[in-house]
């Protein structure tokens, strides 16, 4: 079967690799029918992103048929449409026994730690496997992942109706937060550097949009939030040099900063603000068990994915598709590799 192999920075290649075989652990084979290009995929493209090793089949939203089983719970049968978990944990590590498997001490990602989803076939364990909603298709389902990335931000930054969010970067990630975030009744705050997004961002549904480009970001924030007090959580979807920094700096007293980034380059900041506001600074990281939320949200109609693809490419054509990224067109939402 063919794949898309990152041999090594910069260096995407489309190889044959082996059908994988089921066994007892992987006991259900995924025909992957659409895959979808993550910013961490375009990381590990060009040797940004820090945990990833080489060489490396990428892809980690991926979704397709289930084509054999072999010692089902009886969950899953042939023909099923499903999407599969990234996250591989060991369940025994202090991180696993209290829940937090998406952070276990011997993590393993589909797509970055082990070989993932750009490839024609995947043996994979049937409790990694989650049943599809009837009314998406399988590239509009691959923004199932995205989404629980979302709902795994939500959930560590507990934020409630009472929270006013800051969502820093709008792009791919601050919208799938957006889109997430606005079903807690929160108060949401958009700001980049590009007017279209944040007028992408109004129309779907945040409060307050700033153009950090044009507006000074704190000053602007003391004027749109009660009393001056900047927002309660704030989130770091751009992770640039000194996003982190800025977000100590413009969040409320007793707030959460949520960081979500993989770069390894330093960046400054001073304890002052964490220590005197008492700022929860935290990781937010894959998702932990968010699959089903993410579904559930779509068939009760609190959300709605159709549509959400900007891009579509041939799986094999995947060098065309990251070139592509790299221009950094601003019509691209989500690119989707297809495999039919
Ligand atoms: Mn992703
Ligand atoms: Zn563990």
Do not use: W
């Amino acid at each position: 079967m063919k794949a898309i192999q990152i041999r090594k920075p910069n260096d995407l290649r489309v190889i044959d690799m082996e059908k994988p075989v089921t066994d007892e652990k992987n006991n259900v084979l995924v025909k992957i029918k659409a895959a979808g290009i993550c910013g961490s995929d375009v990381g590990i493209y060009h040797g940004t992103n820090a945990v990833a090793s080489y060489p490396r089949v990428i892809g980690h939203e991926m979704v397709g048929e289930v084509v054999e089983l072999r010692s089902g719970t009886g969950k899953l049968k042939p023909g099923d449409r499903v999407i599969i978990d990234q996250v591989i944990n060991c369940g025994h590590c202090y991180a696993c026994r209290h829940n937090r498997g998406n952070v276990c001490q011997n993590l393993q990602v589909r797509g970055v730690h082990v070989d993932g989803g750009y490839r024609e076939y995947m043996a994979v364990p049937e409790k990694d496997c989650y049943l599809l909603p009837e009314c998406l298709s399988y590239e509009d389902a691959v923004m199932i992942e995205p989404t629980t990335i979302a709902i795994q931000f939500c959930s560590r930054a507990e934020l409630t109706a009472e929270d006013t969010l800051l969502i820093y970067g709008v792009g791919v990630l601050g919208s799938s937060i957006l889109r997430i975030a606005r079903l807690s009744g929160a108060k949401i705050i958009v700001t980049d550097l590009v007017e279209e997004k944040l007028q992408r961002a109004l129309q779907n549904g945040a409060d307050f949009a700033i153009n950090g480009a044009k507006e000074n970001l704190g000053e602007r924030l003391k004027e749109i939030t009660e009393d001056g007090y900047g927002p309660t959580v704030s989130v770091d979807a751009a992770c640039t040099k000194n996003s982190l920094a800025t977000l100590l700096d413009v969040t409320g007293n007793a707030g959460r900063v949520i960081t979500m980034g993989f770069s390894n380059a330093p960046t400054e900041v001073t304890q002052m603000k964490i220590t005197t506001k008492e700022l929860d600074v935290r990781g937010s990281r894959l998702q932990n068990k968010k699959f089903q939320e993410a579904i559930d949200l779509i068939e009760q109609g609190k959300l709605d994915l159709n549509g959400a693809v900007s891009h579509r490419f041939k799986f094999t054509d995947a060098q065309k598709a990251f070139d592509f990224v790299d221009t950094k067109d601003p019509s691209i939402r989500k690119i989707v590799l297809t495999f039919d």
